[in-house]
């Protein structure tokens, strides 16, 4: 499978931005997806993810309230609305996905990044202040 994420873009602190993540080569509504982001310097961290069923999604404490994570199986794409930008959340986005569909975690493995399989390039988000 292969993830393509756009969408990202430099913006002012309390605008909104929409990511896209579109997949080729796997059908993947039916698998668990995520975001993921790096600052520079820093370590790749758990942004937010959405079950396989679409009926559950996780997010880290430092956006929950302003990200949405939600899929348009018909186009086999995720995407992230991201609300109420602050500066801290510039960063390179990745998106992710299961290596294979149907499966559930604990609610702590969908924070970590054991459960991701493939990760599209990355889309840079920049929020000034």
């Given amino acids: 499978v ?6 990202g873009g430099p913006v002012q602190a309390g605008d909104s931005l929409r990511l896209s993540c579109v997949a080729s080569g796997r059908n993947v ?7 993921f982001r790096q600052a520079p310097g820093k370590e790749r961290t758990f942004v937010g993810a959405v079950s396989w069923s ?3 999604t996780y997010y ?6 302003r990200f949405l994570i939600s899929k348009d199986n018909a186009k086999n794409t995720m995407y992230l609305q991201m ?8 960063a390179v986005y990745y998106c992710a996905v299961d290596r294979r569909p149907y499966r559930t975690y604990t609610q702590g493995t969908y924070y970590s990044r054991s459960w991701v ?3 599209g390039q990355g889309t840079q988000v920049t929020v000034s202040s």
């Fill in 60 to 65: 880290a404490d430092s956006v929950k309230g």
């Fill in 117 to 119: 399989g493939s990760w």
């Fill in 83 to 90: 609300n109420s930008l602050k500066p801290e959340d510039t």
């Fill in 2 to 7: 292969q993830l393509q994420a756009s969408g």
């Fill in 29 to 35: 509504s039916n698998s668990v997806m995520g975001w």
């Fill in 54 to 56: 679409g009926g559950s």
